[in-house]
Nanobody, 124 residues
Framework: QVQLVESGGGGVQAGGSLRLSCAAS????????MGWFRQAPGKEREFVAA????????VYADSVKDRFTISRDNAKNTVALQMNSLKPEDTAVYYC?????????????????WGQGTQVTVSS
């Protein structure tokens, strides 16, 4: 089991930036990928971005492409999400997730471990 702790959420005005971090501990040697999902009130949890641990290959949701950047630090077992040009519709609780599987990174079912989430609020 992998334990995940997110940090870096908060409030920002539209057009601003935030950087989220996720620290992984536990059985991290089996991790193949890490991702970020988000859930707005009354909505389903949706995919935001993911990165394959060994190759650094990244995948993004269309809604955040060219605004968000996911990165990883293998030595520190951390993954970050740099969010620029934020919009009010980016407001949500953001969750970090870790996968031990091989497959489509945008699928929630790919992920075995989840963090508690961190709130991001973008005001207009």
């Amino acid at each position: 089991q992998v334990q995940l702790v997110e940090s870096g959420g908060g409030g920002v005005q539209a057009g601003g930036s935030l950087r989220l971090s996720c620290a992984a501990s536990g059985r991290t040697f089996s991790t193949t990928a890490m991702g970020w999902f988000r859930q707005a009130p009354g909505k389903e949890r949706e995919f935001v971005a993911a990165i394959r641990w060994s190759t650094g290959t990244t995948v993004y949701a269309d809604s955040v492409k060219d605004r968000f950047t996911i990165s990883r630090d293998n030595a520190k077992n951390t993954v970050a999400l740099q969010m620029n040009s934020l919009k009010p519709e980016d407001t949500a609780v953001y969750y970090c997730a870790a996968s031990r599987r091989i497959g489509l990174l945008a699928l929630k079912s790919m992920y075995d471990s989840w963090g508690q989430g961190t709130q991001v609020t973008v005001s207009s």
